[in-house]
């Protein structure tokens, strides 16, 4: 692996387990046993670590929402709330893979115009695949005759998967991966049950199903 490479990733890592204002340049070279001359050939210090990991991190995410998630091929499965599942799975892993992103976003916003303009048009697009999910698990009541109301649920599904993160990370800091995931992602689909009627329960069991499966996979 190449020394950029190495630097990004070990930066990510520490990033993420010790807090992006609690690492600093140095510290990345000390962890990959490198002098700080070799890590500012690649990088002007820790600002342009960051650049290069939020640059990174924003052209897979955003090249995810983008895809045509309501397409009954997606993901290989044909049934709406399995393919919604399994589409923000990937959205939330990505997300977890720089959580740091996440646990810390305001500040990074404050102090980066760019970090604040890409965060700005990932929520927009998080906003408009949720709208997307909503509408399509919504169709059997006609969710699409009430545009008032399917924003409302787009708004509620759109601020879980953008805070899930640092939420869950003041309630179970130490949880798996996986759990911490899937959790999220019950919680955001969970917003489009209370409209489902007498639906809402088998929403909620065919979600656990699917949630058991997709751990048992994990710990495969």
């Not at 959790?183 to 007498?198: E, K, N, T």
Request: charged fraction near 20%; aromatic fraction near 10%; hydrophobic fraction near 45%.
């Amino acid at each position: 692996m190449k020394t950029a490479q190495r630097i990004l990733d070990t930066a990510a890592d520490l990033f993420n387990e010790h807090g992006e204002r609690n690492v600093s340049a140095s510290d990345v070279a000390l962890e990959l046993d490198i002098s700080p001359g070799n890590l500012y050939y690649h990088f002007k210090g820790k600002d342009g670590i960051l650049s290069a990991l939020f640059l990174s991190f924003y052209r897979d995410i955003a090249g995810m929402l983008a895809t045509p998630i309501a397409e009954a091929d997606f993901l290989e499965t044909s049934a709406p709330l399995e393919r919604s599942w399994l589409f923000l799975t990937v959205i939330m892993e990505a997300m977890y893979a720089h959580r740091f992103l996440y646990l810390n976003m305001t500040d990074l916003m404050q102090r980066y115009p760019d970090i604040d303009r890409g965060m700005r048009r990932l929520m927009s697009l998080k906003r408009r695949a949720s709208r997307t999910l909503a509408s399509e698990l919504l169709a059997p009541i006609g969710i699409a005759a009430q545009p008032q109301r399917l924003d409302h649920i787009a708004d509620s599904m759109t601020m879980t998967l953008s805070y899930w993160l640092s939420f869950d990370q003041w309630i179970t800091p130490s949880e798996h991966r996986q759990h911490v995931i899937h959790r999220g992602v019950l919680q955001i689909l969970s917003h489009c049950a209370p409209y489902l009627g007498d639906r809402e329960s088998d929403f909620y069991h065919e979600c656990e199903l699917i949630n058991a499966r997709l751990l048992d996979l994990g710990s495969a």
